[in-house]
Nanobody, 118 residues
Framework: EVQLVESGGGMVQPGGSLNLSCAAS????????MAWVRQAPGKGPEWVAR???????THIDSVKGRFTISRDNAKNTLYLRMNNLKPEDTALYYC????????????RGRGTQVTVSS
């Protein structure tokens, strides 16, 4: 069974940091295009960061310089390092695996909540 399980969310003050993890089982992360997606209450999903099989990384403008997507192939785990968090970063964050060069989704996790508040 293919599965993604996120962890590392929580509540932090503005300016704080969190490191999200997404552990994969049943498949190898390195063979798929991976992404972190967030969704705030009342808003649509926002694709925050992507890591393609060619090891190319992209981040949306609002998180550039603050968030970094990475992957540990030995642990078969995807990460999102988040620094200088802002209240507008508050959302449910989940990871998604897609077949390379397609929009065909293999699986997604259930998410981990990030709340930024003073």
């Amino acid at each position: 069974e293919v599965q993604l399980v996120e962890s590392g969310g929580g509540m932090v003050q503005p300016g704080g940091s969190l490191n999200l993890s997404c552990a994969a089982s049943g498949f190898l992360l390195s063979n798929y295009d991976m992404a972190w997606v967030r969704q705030a209450p009342g808003k649509g999903p926002e694709w925050v960061a992507r890591l393609f099989t060619a090891n190319v990384k992209t981040h949306i403008d609002s998180v550039k310089g603050r968030f970094t997507i990475s992957r540990d192939n030995a642990k078969n785990t995807l990460y999102l390092r988040m620094n200088n968090l802002k209240p507008e970063d508050t959302a449910l964050y989940y990871c998604v695996a897609r077949r390379p060069y397609t929009t065909e989704e293999l699986t997604r996790g259930r998410g981990t909540q990030v709340t930024v508040s003073s």
